[in-house]
């Protein structure tokens, strides 16, 4: 079992940037993690995932944007958001991926104002 904690949203303007940032509460080297969001009343989206040997994945909002990483050292996964439009505004959740198991963090708001 692992603990996710999301960090690093807030309200930023459009064209703005953000980091967020996932600690884990033990090593992430073997999950596959992801990135999803959420609005109220819809399914929750991939944003962006990583697996363990470092393979990204987009979704296509976020390609060209956003970028996806860990860092094994800290047991922290990030999502740098740049070029942020209002449309990005979401509750942010990071997801750890064991074989079928998924465990979730609690979100992070992030508001993009125009």
């Known amino acids: 079992q692992v603990q996710l904690v999301e960090s690093g949203g807030g309200l930023v303007q459009a064209g703005g940037s953000l980091l967020l940032s996932c600690a884990a509460s033990?090593?992430?080297?073997?999950?596959?993690m992801g990135w999803y969001r959420q609005d109220p009343g819809k399914q929750r989206e991939l944003v962006a995932a990583i697996t363990s040997g470092g393979r990204t994945n987009y979704a296509d909002s976020a390609k060209g944007r956003f970028t996806i990483s860990t860092d094994n050292a800290k047991n922290t996964m990030y999502l740098q958001m740049n070029r942020l439009k209002p449309e990005d505004t979401s509750v942010y959740y990071c997801?750890?991926?064991?074989?079928?198991?998924?465990?979730w963090g609690q979100g992070t708001q992030v508001t993009v104002s125009s």
């Open positions: 033990r090593s992430i080297s073997l999950y596959t």
């Open positions: 997801n750890a991926l064991e074989i079928s198991i998924a465990y």
